[in-house]
């Protein structure tokens, strides 16, 4: 076999393995990197881009419905859903260079599309290569997690890898999981014209704050997704030709879903098969790769980052951010330690729904003393011109008015919420959020008035009123 000696072996050309890959040719650092399926990987081809991409051309199609309360006529939407599947390709092609073998070994990386294996603690095989490197980079991502319900291998389904295949509209979306994946393709596809029912065990959004997660919920009702909560679906049939029955049971009842096709949205699984970390001395167990705050792995040459690390956060940017740790301690020596509170999240929902840091519930189990302060989108100027109505913010802070967290709410939530992860990295208080000038009129002005809130009751003393009093004649 043919001997390779980076620095740097990176295995899985996701946007976390790309990030650390590209990096470390940019200092001039050996890189070699491994993978055996698309490159860019699941966020470029099968998650983040196509999905965005769906939900955009959605929101122009409600767009059209909304129009008549603006005084503009534009008469029913027409889909045309094989035009929508070649806007999501483009999309995706439009990105594809950034991430393609041609530019990375133009960086002066060594790409090798195989799939990697470890001989041993200090080498990988893949495609006739035999890589020994100093130290080793695991980002191979997730894949969907599948349930075991019976009939549903018989009776087929699709993931968010097949989703974005399709070319026709399904008559009617049955979704199972009513995370943010399940969320946000069941709205995409009502609003494209199609039936949609999701099925959740829990409530909808589970990790959410009720009560943000609640509204969301209405939202996603008034536009016609029916939406099943804490109902365990036990088995699926398929009736006919072209119909699917989904058979669930919700406290002492039974509910028949009859739909034509099954998308699941249950979670993701690391994607770990095939590397044999038993021979490189890594230990994991069927949640992922176990790691440090260091995101070092139990071999000292070897790190893993985003999907792949044990009861991690599934989000692209924390990939891009453990890749920026995993640089720093490889190439510089500099320690670093993940901090998975200051790691937003945003559920692209319309309205969108973002969280950063602390929320009510948590805040509370470690704070004697807290302020929830909100304000709500409908008393804002900018929302009320674009009959945008529906959320609002949650701010959570300490007694000494510390920002601990925030949870929106909004058209754009995912926009504002980066000013907060600031306001909760940099322990600001809200004081601080009170100082900015917020350009009028612009939604993200709800963060300022909740953080105004906080000082109302100080009008409202008899002690601040006798000062103001006393200042008063003096001109």
């Not at 829990?202 to 009720?210: G, I, M």
């Not at 913010?393 to 907060?420: C, F, H, N, Q, T």
């Not at 953080?451 to 006393?470: E, G, H, L, N, Q």
């Amino acid at each position: 076999m043919k001997e390779l000696k980076p620095d740097i072996c990176v295995i899985g050309a996701g946007s976390g393995g790309l990030t650390v890959a590209a990096a470390a040719a940019a200092f001039g650092v050996k890189v070699v990197l491994v993978e055996k399926g698309a490159m860019g990987g699941d966020c470029l081809n099968f998650g983040c881009v196509p999905s965005k991409a769906i939900i955009a051309a959605a929101k122009h199609a409600h767009a059209i419905g909304e129009a008549p309360a603006f005084g503009v006529s534009a008469g029913a939407p027409k889909v045309d859903f094989g035009r929508v599947n070649r806007h999501v390709r483009n999309v995706i092609a439009a990105i594809a260079p950034n991430d393609s073998v041609e530019r990375f070994t133009a960086l002066g990386v060594t790409v090798v599309k195989a799939e990697a294996r470890f001989a041993d603690p200090h080498t990988v095989e893949a495609d006739g290569y035999r890589i020994r490197a100093r130290r080793f980079v695991i980002a191979t991502g997730s894949a969907p997690f599948v349930p075991d319900i019976p009939g549903l291998a018989e009776t087929g389904f699709l993931t968010n890898e097949t989703l974005f295949d399709r070319t026709t509209k399904p008559q009617h979306l049955i979704v199972i999981g009513g995370g943010p994946i399940g969320l946000e393709m069941a709205q995409a596809h009502r609003r494209l014209g199609a039936e949609v029912t999701v099925i959740e065990g829990d409530r909808v959004l589970a990790r959410e704050d009720p009560e943000l997660a609640s509204q969301i919920a209405d939202c996603l009702r008034r536009e016609g997704v029916t939406l099943i909560e804490t109902a365990s679906v036990k088995r699926v049939e398929r009736r006919g030709k072209t119909r699917i029955a989904v058979l669930c049971r919700k406290g002492d009842d039974e509910i028949v879903v009859r739909g034509s096709d099954i998308l699941l949205a249950t979670g993701r699984t690391p994607a770990l098969g095939g590397l044999d970390l038993a021979a490189a001395k890594i230990a994991f167990n069927e949640k992922g790769v176990k790691v440090g705050a260091n995101l070092k792995t139990s071999n000292r040459r070897v790190f893993a980052i985003g999907d792949a690390v044990a009861g991690g956060l599934q989000f692209t940017h924390v990939a891009n951010y453990h890749a920026g740790l995993v640089v720093q301690q490889i190439l510089f020596r500099l320690p670093a330690r993940e901090k998975r509170h200051l790691v937003p999240r945003v559920t692209y929902t319309d309205p969108e729904i973002a969280h950063v840091g602390l929320g009510e519930a948590e805040a509370r189990r470690s704070h004697r003393r807290l302020s929830v302060l909100r304000w709500p989108v409908a008393e804002n100027d900018r929302a009320q011109a674009e009959r945008r109505l529906d959320g609002e913010i949650k701010v959570i802070a300490d007694r000494k008015g510390r920002i601990l967290g925030a949870s929106i709410m909004a058209p754009g939530a995912g926009e504002m919420i980066g000013a907060w992860t600031l306001a909760v990295t940099k322990r600001m208080t809200l004081g601080d959020m009170r100082a900015v000038i917020a350009p009028y009129p612009t939604i993200a002005e709800i963060g300022k008035r909740a953080a105004i809130s906080y000082y109302a009751p100080m009008t409202r003393k008899p002690f601040v009123r006798r000062i103001v009093a006393f200042l008063r004649r003096f001109g």
